[in-house]
């Protein structure tokens, strides 16, 4: 059994963190702490945040929401993606029966057909394309085949392997669903999300988001004093700014956070989010970095299971990333299909059954990732208007959710999953 791990994630933490990181809701660390992970993700190798204010520049509108208020330690995390792999990756190579290849690159998947076939005993494993070109074999005991068709896997350097169940997890332009043939839905939103890293002066520990004509803007709090900058923006703009040195870059965020009016009290309503607005943070360019930037879409796939095959995360929804929820979404898909081997092993089912598939993971997820993408297509739209009467109830809308704690509190516990 080969035992390395690949070293590009299990590396110590760099000084300035990765510029890819994800917020983390509670629902996802449960996860990593039913797996072990947790304890190699905790602060300090993330960052808990506190609080969370969305505020919108031509609306006029502000929430803020604190842990504190509904009787919770934080909100959620932001950890560099480097971190979450290598936790990952870590716990992994802990498993009696898995083998890592790495690195590892599909060049060929052949499926059985959808026609229902034969019951055949054949003892083989279960296969995870995942994090970093990675291939994890998982042998899986008690589980009866459903049809005596195997998925079949050939990699680049020519190995071939049989599979009772594939996961796709190669992300967005996922190889693995390319090669099933499952269809897809994809829109751009003709913008591009700028990632880059900062600092600023007192640690950081809330999770920011102001609403620009151009888009949002998030600056959130990881590790050591560094926060990071997630900017949704015109691909104009977006390439612009890649360009900038760290100093004219920290120049152009302070200048989307702060500049403009600040919300002001609604006239219609008898309370006033005003008072609960506070200011943003100066940032401070970070020597060395540099911007990159990434094209937004929304995507997804019609199916998420083939006889022996399921797509997980952004292989089958790619999502906006103003509330920070794409890795969510795929950490959930996790949970789901956990439970669905879970069950198979329990029962002696076949883990590719398409019928268990369809059942345990595919229409939960489904729903579930359904409702995310049309509330977070339609948020992204609602705000896109600046000026006018939409952008006014807009304003007013915000300021309602801030007023109303019991539709505050739904709200933010939705979001963290
Ligand atoms: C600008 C921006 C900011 C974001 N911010 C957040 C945030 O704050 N919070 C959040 O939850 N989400 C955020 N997201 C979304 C989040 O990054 C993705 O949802 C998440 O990374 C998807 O994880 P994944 O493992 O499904 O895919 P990926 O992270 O894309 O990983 C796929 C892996 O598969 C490997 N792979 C691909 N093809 C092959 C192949 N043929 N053979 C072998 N291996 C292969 C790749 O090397 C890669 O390691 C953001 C996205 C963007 C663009």
Redesign the pocket.
Known sequence: MDREGPTEVTSALQEVPDL??????PA?VQLFQDVGAWDDIAPPRSAAFQQMQVWDEGGNGCVRYSAGNVGLPNMGY?AE?RVL?AALMRRLTHFENSRLLW?????ALTLPSYAPEAHEGRPTSSLH???????SILEMVNCRPSTNTLAELR??DGQTFHARLVVG????????RQLADLRTFSRSYHQ????ASVRTQQVNDTAWQRFLPTGPL?L?PVRGGYS?I?W?TTVQQALALEKATPQEFAFAVNEALNGGSTPARNPLLPFSSAADFTAPPTVFPVDGTVQ?????TLAGSGRYVRPRLAL?????H??H?L????????FGDVRALSAALAHAVETGRDPGELALLEEMYEQPRQRENGMMMMALDSLKHIFAPQKGLLASIRGLGLDLINGTPALKERIMKYAMG
Request: net charge positive; no cysteine.
């Open positions: 890819r990181v994800s917020t983390i809701t996802s932001v993606n792999q690195p590892a690159s599909l060049e394309l995942s994090a970093g070109n990675t291939l990699l680049a997890a190669d992300g967005a332009r996922s190889r693995t591009r999300g700028i990632v998030a959130l990071n997630v949704s990159r930037s990434f094209p937004l997980v995360g952004d292989a089958a790619v999502v990333p509330a920070g929820q794409g890795v969510n979404l795929g």
